[in-house]
């Protein structure tokens, strides 16, 4: 949720009782669900192969 809320790609709700208001609100604005679906996919494809990247990196360190 830090990184996909502040770029609008999910929406973090406080309690179990907004939640339902919170889905609610998406299914009747499918325009709003359409593009946070898109960011949330985008964003997802910007760190493929993040945990590649970091286990090369801090493998020599570990096999030290």
């Not at 990184?3 to 998406?26: K, M, Y």
């Not at 898109?38 to 910007?46: D, F, I, T």
Request: aromatic content about 2%; overall charge negative.
């Amino acid at each position: 949720s830090r990184t996909l809320c502040p770029r609008d790609a999910a929406i973090q709700v406080p309690n179990p009782a907004e939640l339902a208001g919170t889905i609610a609100g998406l299914l009747n604005d499918v325009p709003r669900a359409t593009a946070l679906g898109a960011k949330a996919g985008r964003l997802v494809a910007e760190n493929q192969g993040a945990l590649e990247s970091t286990l090369a990196l801090i493998t020599p360190w570990l096999e030290t």
